[in-house]
């Protein structure tokens, strides 16, 4: 019987996919940086069994309507927005997803994003690197502070609750809003939850982690940023569309909020004359919340994982339309 078609998106390590070689024939995209071209995409996907995308890869209805064969579909990353999963699930293609393995990673990087914002680290890195630092007076760099502050996590999901668990740390006092109550991370985090206005009004650093759906997109929007303290500072490590950048500037510039820390934009890459580069108290990154060496071969390996599992008719570990 001919061997099931796999195809990878990315050209990763051969030990990581070495396992589905065995059951499958198994092609990659050329180049571990630079994405596959959707067409090319959309030209493989219509022989493969299964895909293992990445959450930059667009796989829309379109793409999945001309996959006949197609079994699984294992993304490379906790969302899975990039993916027209009501379309998979009609047509019987499993959707997978690597939680889990990357929440520490991601809740690291979401407190170190917070923390360079507050405290204005990149600023004097720049600060010192172009030789401004002549004289030393006691406002130089002055930032916020983070201890015993109010936190406001939006998205109280398992990296939310690993970034509450950090902020306890802090002796931070510790709101959430969520679609439904996290009885744990209230009990064993001391976390409040509050309606999304609440956490707006009272927070000294309002975190989203929000996952992309028609009810978070744009959540964070000109009448949000105006509920939140002059003093806030916005964190963006979940999805880009959920914040409207335009709104976001204005409350920057116009002084409403203090300070923004983005790990995601709306349009990724940002292009870098983006408006809200040139503000200094922004800090950016280039999505990088789950971007550790140990992490991503874990969601490599669990991605791999998932379609051996489906490839072979059982259940995937990390299935996203059941
Ligand atoms: C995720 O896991 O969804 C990240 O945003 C990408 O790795």
Redesign the pocket.
């Known amino acids: 019987m001919k061997k099931p078609f796999v195809y990878i998106t990315r050209k990763l390590e051969s030990d990581i996919v070495e396992k589905l070689g065995n059951i499958a024939e198994v092609q990659m995209w050329d180049s571990i940086e630079k994405p596959v071209p959707y067409d090319i995409l959309k030209e493989k996907a219509s022989k493969a069994h299964a895909l293992l995308t990445m959450?930059s890869d667009k796989v829309d209805e379109s793409l999945i309507a001309s996959a006949p064969y197609l079994k699984v579909i294992a993304n490379l990353?906790?969302?899975y927005d990039n993916i027209a999963v009501h379309e998979a699930t009609k047509r019987k293609i499993l959707v997978c997803n690597t939680p889990d393995v990357?929440s520490d990673t991601t809740a690291d990087l979401t407190f170190a994003l917070l923390m360079a914002t507050a405290r204005r680290i990149v600023e004097g890195h720049e600060y010192i690197k172009k030789g401004h630092w002549q004289d030393w007076n006691p406002y130089l760099m002055a930032g916020y502070d983070i201890h015993h502050k109010t936190i406001g996590i939006v998205g109280m999901g398992r990296i939310g609750e690993k970034v509450a668990k950090r902020a306890t740390g802090f002796e931070m006092n510790i709101l959430y809003h969520n679609r439904s109550r996290k009885q744990k991370a209230e009990e064993e985090l001391g976390a409040k939850y509050v309606s999304f206005e609440e956490l707006l009004g009272q927070s000294d650093f309002v975190v989203s982690l929000a996952p992309l759906t028609p009810e978070t997109k744009g959540m964070f929007n000109r009448k949000a940023f105006s509920l939140m303290k002059n003093s806030a500072i916005f964190i963006n490590a979940g999805r880009g569309l959920v914040m409207n950048e335009a709104d976001l500037y204005d409350a920057l510039v116009n002084k409403e909020i203090a300070a923004a820390g983005l790990d995601v934009f709306e349009k990724e890459p940002i292009s870098a004359n983006h408006p809200l580069l040139k503000l200094q108290n922004v800090v950016v990154l280039p999505?990088i919340?789950?971007a550790s060496l140990e992490t991503r071969k874990k969601m490599m390996k669990l991605a791999v994982d998932n379609i051996d599992l489906a490839l072979q008719g059982k259940e995937p570990k990390a299935l996203v339309n059941r």
């Open positions: 959450v990353g906790v969302g990357l999505h919340g789950s």
